[in-house]
């Protein structure tokens, strides 16, 4: 069970007492004495709360970590460790984000610092550079999830603080490396000083601060804060001194903060905030990647995040309080937002998820009759859809990774390998899990930023016609890579090719149970015969 934050103070005034038994202090048990320790002897304590309960946390999400190996998007290593490693090691692949600078280095930066600390220890083996960065990410969601903990604590009581940690999906996405993440766990942080009816912890400074960093991190962070800041604004007596002394220092600090960071890694000035709501926002360049009707994050989307607490959520934002109204009305507002815009995915609405995970706490606290049954449903389905998505679906792209790792690090005649990867583009990680400069292709997609009606990518025009598409680019056995990485739906439309060019079938991994029309339920790794032979792996 977790103790209260007093436990501590508790067990050290025992201590205290026995060992001054003989004396039989009476002012140890007055009143004033033992609420004035409460308040200034909490050294069993950190970051205000018990120091067991910070361990296990910590604990609980190193585990986290380490039982989700699947894939998620591609922006949790093509947007972040990929940026870092080509950042520290000067190779690694930039997407078009980056050469049009809709991206800042801000959050690359952090993978980049922890690269750099490994590459100077002479510790930067491909393992450590995949999971170092995890158990980094881990570690700031598990001090989100105290900082959390704490805040219901303080505004309601330990039951209802300890079940707004629960769900699932956090636990799919709080270790993974990606902006949402990040600018989740400051959501929460922030949120923790933010002027709440009740809550103890204000700080205006501190609040503005997290919310301006998770802005230059990501810039749609702010969607959620509007209602937010409005409130505080409305709210506050003195508004001008809070936007001449606190809000404009704050933004003036963290913009100039993320200016120079651009400025050092792009070469030039360039405000990537401006440039990242111009192309998502504005010219709507997202929808390119995909659209979704407008009601999807209501009918789809915002009920998958939540899964079973649904009831729960429902139920609890009948019976809060009043003060917790400003939470719902900040789901609806950032739901109704990001529902104007055409593309849509499950984890632009992951902030949005502790603030309903606040009335689904307050929900299972005021339950009476069916409490226990709840709290069962609730766990074992959110225990199956955590473990299933972590372990299961979608993990061929990563498992995929060790044959490459394999070749580069095994392999007598690396000198001559090379791969080919014909799925569908940023399916796999790349340099940032292999650490090797071999010669790797991907099929890709950038946006049509001509304006051209024609346009298609290059994995359109492969997926048009797989066939033609590798006779042709292949037309000089020299160039055929050495190894070739696909999709089990694809394996029999490009079988002649395999068959002439004497490619052979050499691995096999589970990918989904859930195969899409360009997404096969297994990952199978070519190699080519040379001379009758095998390349030595």
Known sequence: MERDGGGGSLFFRGLQNRSHEKMKLRTRKSTLYLSQQKRTGRGGDFLGENIYLVLFTIAL??????????????????????????????????????????????????????????????????????????????????????????????????QVARWVLCSWFTWYCCTRTLTNTMETVLTIIALFYYPLEGSKFMNSVKYSSLVALAFIIRPTAVIPWIPLLFRHFWQEQRKLDLILHQFLPVGFVTLSFSLIIDRIFFGQWTLVQYNFLKFNVLQNVGSFYGSHPWHWYFSQGFPAVLGTHLPFFIHGCLLAPKRYRIFLVTVLWTLLVYSMLSHKEFRFIYPVLPFCMVFCGYSLNNLKLWKKPALSFLFLSNMFFALYTGLVHQRGTLDVMTTIQELCYNNTNISSASVLMMMPCHSTPYYSHVHHPLPMRFLQCPPDLTGKGDYLVEADIFYLNPLKWLYREFQNDSTLPTHLIIFSILEEEINPFLISNKYERTAIFFHTHFPESRTGSHIYVYERKLKGKLNQT
């Open 61 to 158: 999400r190193i585990c986290n970590c380490f039982l989700v190996q699947t894939s998620f998007v591609p922006d949790e290593y093509w947007q972040s460790l990929e940026v870092a490693h080509h950042m520290v090691f000067n190779y690694g692949y930039l997407t078009w984000e980056w050469t049009e600078r809709l991206r800042g280095y801000t959050y690359p930066l952090i993978f980049a610092s922890i690269y750099k600390i490994l590459h100077l220890l002479g510790k930067d083996s491909v393992q450590l550079l995949i999971w170092i960065p995890r158990l980094a990410q881990a570690l700031l969601s598990a001090i989100a999830d105290l900082r959390l903990y704490s805040l219901m604590k303080q505004l309601e009581n330990q």
